[in-house]
């Protein structure tokens, strides 16, 4: 299932660290940014060319949050609803993607470009609040800025 380009930088991330086991993190961010999520699959092979377990995989896989163990949308819209963010309101960022995109947190919409997540804290803030999309950062959200940022990435097929 991994493509040979896939299994090679595994295998050259494998020889930056003393033990295998330190790539996992390094092979699985390069596996989903291939297949867009980590399967059971994805997780034996990842295993396979480490020389490692499948569990010592899986668990790597299924406690970062960045990790997909079931398919996402293209885009998987972040938003922070710790402390800073919730008293900046992001339970109406939330409420107003929900409502836009008619999907609840942790679904996908149906044309499957869309998937929404509750995060913790991101780390801006300063900017409260705010919605991790890739490795975009959008700040200081408001309805209108929000509608902008689902249009432009939904037209950008």
């Known amino acids: ?11 050259k991330e494998k020889t930056k660290y003393p033990i295998a086991r330190a790539a996992v993190k390094s092979a699985l961010r390069y596996a989903q ?12 092979d990842v295993a396979e060319v480490l020389n490692l377990e499948t569990i010592q995989v899986f668990e790597i896989a299924t406690f970062y949050d ?11 819209l972040r938003v922070c609803t710790n402390v800073s963010c919730m008293l900046r309101d992001s339970d109406s ?6 409502k836009k995109l008619d ?3 942790g679904e996908t919409t149906a044309d499957g470009k869309f998937t929404l997540f ?3 804290c991101l780390g801006a803030c300063g900017g409260a609040p ?9 700040e200081n959200l408001e309805p209108d800025t929000i509608d902008s940022i689902i249009e432009k990435l939904g037209a950008s097929e």
């Open 1 to 11: 299932m991994l493509s040979d380009e896939l299994i090679s930088k595994i295998n």
């Open 93 to 98: 960022v939330v409420s107003h993607i929900q």
């Open 103 to 105: 999907i609840k947190t």
């Open 130 to 138: 705010m919605m991790m999309v890739g490795n975009e950062f959008y």
């Open 66 to 76: 960045l990790f997909y163990t079931e398919p996402v949308g293209k885009y998987q």
């Open 118 to 120: 509750e995060v913790e």
């Open 33 to 44: 940014e291939e297949h867009g999520w980590i399967s059971e699959e994805v997780v034996r």
